[in-house]
């Protein structure tokens, strides 16, 4: 094979590694992570998912059901974003290769992006972003190859994907500033382009985009079959305008503050810098390098990049740090450009004998720089990709929906706060067939005013005619009703009601003592996490708890009066970040997507055993379950978990533990450790 042939193969041997590497950490059915559940069942039912809609992402999930005839569906779901990811880096690597003219310079941003964990754990689940990168990243191709040859047939085909990229994500639209750029910048073929052409070429675009636009009749005609998964009333015009342009999501955008924008930005900025690692540093170079050789080129990645950095800080959903993945595909492709001119530089001072082969080692060294240590913790990005977005052995998420099923009483009711718990449910029930005596209510939050009508709406017809259940416990739900623990579950009874029966059952001499007060302890207390990081000590593998970010793990409890026991309290749930703990004072570390500096979080949850003021007897033991979980963006090191019950008159005091590192001192000597592990 020659060297051309080589640099031509190089793309699509990227893309069929980096694809086979996500097939190999592929979750293996739905998982807590976005909306996997949900479209995983509208995919299997041919449903209507919530806003907006994902026409083409629906359509080759389905196609891709039917043409793999093994595994779980959700599984097999996975595996269109685990090739859709793949070709997005084989893309990559081909755009980087032709705007430096380096094949190594091409491998390295291709791996280099594949690397980086926020894309990686894209890749592995059933979501719609691995093909809106890959979709993204067939624009920017086409683009940069109609410039190289002024065939038109690639502007045709760069207009297709924008179609196709609207009909998967509306963020797509985020894309135009940076297309428009290029098609103004781009000169033609014998000098400036003149306005006319550029208007010609801007026409061109929209026009083959809009040839995809039919795809969204899927959500109307659809909705007019009834489905058994339909959010949202697409089958009317004014419910499909609402629908396709997430007018439910309005109130999310535009709330923040200039200032609060920034720091947003910066935090998004730090993460990207810390998932791309030594691609982070030559994309710096690599984008001066770009603004003086390929202006066109540095305006379509710079604008797309600045505009979905933008959108991304002015977005205030949890799962905001997917609408940046478009940067790190720029800062990628910036950093193959970055690796490419430091190589050439390096190789021209060595002597004219030697300058082939420095060419040939620095090109190695780049293609091998996503498997060397690299700031800011010395690990390897190949390495920390793989530690946290692999997904593969994760099942957490339908034994925990099964697990919530159980306890669910014949024709009964479950209302879930959790987005990612009620798609599980949906999944069990709509293609497992498991429970479809049960009606599940997804609410997904409870901080509006809206939401919290819809919560009243629901409980008023429920409650009088069936028992009604909320997934695990809910601080908001708990500070209106009455949560009677129910394992998994919690029965939802009106405030001020007493117990159905009597608390425990079990007798103890006691317990372990709870730091800060003397009338509870603990018997026994393990946390049953969604996933497990393998281990090796004293010679022998076992497998530890571990949490990986938009997972839910539970910490069960059990209880023990050590004296009449009653009152109001709070349980207290700690998490503690050994890493920040132990740098130096006033040293500013952000490490969630809220931009706040945390050295724990936080969680009071109510006492349900003491919640109704009436006494519990000494020797009672009663259990308990509790969510443990990790923000959507958080840093890898040490955790510890600390469990403890707080008097509901001092809650003032400890508002500040979570910033103020004097109260989290005074935290760890009052609540007590109950279980450690590392993610």
């Known amino acids: 094979m020659t060297h051309a042939d080589r640099g031509r193969a190089a793309p699509a041997l990227v893309a069929a590694a980096v694809a086979l590497l996500y097939l190999r950490t592929l979750a293996p059915g739905i998982t807590f992570g976005g909306d996997c559940g949900e479209l995983a069942t509208a995919a299997w039912c041919l449903g209507v998912p919530h806003p907006t809609g994902y026409p083409l992402y629906l359509l080759l999930a389905r196609l891709a059901i039917a043409l793999l005839p093994w595994g779980e569906v959700a599984w097999r779901v996975a595996v269109l974003s685990a090739l859709a990811a793949g070709l997005a880096c084989g893309l990559v690597c081909r755009i980087a290769q032709r705007l430096s003219g380096s094949t190594a310079a091409g491998v390295f941003a291709g791996v280099a992006l594949a690397c980086a964990p926020a ?20 624009v920017l191709a086409a683009l940069i190859e109609w410039q190289a040859s002024r065939d038109s047939r690639w502007l045709n ?10 009909c998967n994500h509306a963020t797509t639209v985020l894309l135009l500033p940076g297309v428009a750029a290029f098609a103004a910048l781009a000169p033609a073929a014998d000098g400036p382009a003149g306005l006319r052409a550029v208007a010609l070429r801007l026409l061109r675009l929209a026009g083959w985009a809009a040839a995809c636009l039919p795809l969204y009749a899927y959500l109307p005609l659809r909705a007019l079959a009834r489905p058994p998964l339909a959010v949202g009333r697409t089958d009317t015009l004014a419910g499909f305008v609402a629908h396709v342009t997430g007018r439910s999501y309005e109130a999310n955008l535009g709330t923040a503050g200039g200032a609060e924008m920034l720091r947003y930005a910066g935090n998004h900025l730090l993460f990207a810098a810390y998932d791309l690692r030594w691609a982070a540093v030559l994309a710096v170079l690599g984008a001066l390098v770009l603004f003086r050789r390929r202006a066109a080129a540095f305006w379509l990645l710079g604008l797309t990049a ?5 959108f991304a800080a002015a977005y205030r959903v949890g799962d905001r740090a997917n609408y940046v993945l478009p940067l790190l595909l720029c800062a990628a492709v910036a950093a193959g450009m970055g690796g490419a001119w430091l190589a050439e530089r390096l190789a021209a001072r060595a002597g004219e004998a030697d300058r082939a082969a420095v060419r040939r080692l620095l090109g190695a060294l780049l293609v091998l720089l996503p498997l060397l240590p690299a700031p800011p913790d010395g690990g390897a990005a190949l390495r920390a990709g793989w530690d946290r977005a692999s997904l593969a052995g994760n099942r957490r998420a339908p034994e925990l929906a099964a697990e919530v099923l159980r306890e669910v009483p014949p024709r009964g009711a479950v209302v879930t706060i959790c987005d990612e718990l009620g798609y599980a449910l949906w999944y ?29 709406e629901i409980l008023a017809a429920e409650m009088p005619r069936r028992n009604v259940y909320t997934a695990f416990y809910d601080a908001e739900l708990g500070s209106r009703f009455w949560l009677v623990p129910e394992g998994a579950a919690c029965r939802v009874l009106p405030g001020g009601t007493a117990p159905p ?11 372990q003592p709870v730091p800060g007060q003397s009338a509870w302890g603990w018997a026994a207390a393990d946390l049953d996490s969604p996933v497990t990081v393998r281990a090796v000590r004293a010679g022998k593998e076992s497998r530890l708890p571990a949490l990986k970010p938009r997972t839910v793990g539970r910490l069960r409890v059990q209880w023990v009066a050590r004296q009449p026991a009653s009152g109001a309290w709070q349980v207290l749930l700690l998490l503690r970040h050994e890493s920040l703990l132990s740098r130096a004072t006033g040293a500013a570390v952000v490490n969630d997507s809220s931009g706040q500096e945390r050295r724990w979080w936080v969680r009071r949850l109510a006492f349900a055993p003491t919640a109704t003021g009436f006494e519990v007897g000494p020797g009672r033991v009663v259990g308990d379950a509790y969510p443990v979980d990790l923000p959507a963006r958080s840093l890898p090191g040490s955790y510890e978990v600390r469990l403890g019950l707080l008097p509901a008159a001092e809650e003032a005091a400890w508002r500040q533990v979570a910033t103020d590192p004097e109260a989290a001192a005074r935290a760890s000597a009052a609540i007590g450790e109950v279980v450690s592990w590392e993610r």
């Open 119 to 138: 894309f990686w754990s894209q890749a592995v689940l059933a979501e719609v972003y691995a093909l809106q990168l890959a979709l993204t990243a067939a």
């Open 306 to 310: 600045a505009a979905v950095l933008g």
């Open 501 to 511: 029966v009597e608390l425990g059952g079990l007798r103890s001499d006691g317990g």
């Open 157 to 166: 085909l760069a207009g297709l994907a924008l179609g196709l990229g609207l």
């Open 428 to 456: 069990e029930q709509l293609v497992r067939g498991q429970r479809q005596d049960v009606t599940v209510y997804c609410l997904g939050r409870l901080d509006t005013p809206r939401s919290r009508a819809r919560l009243d």
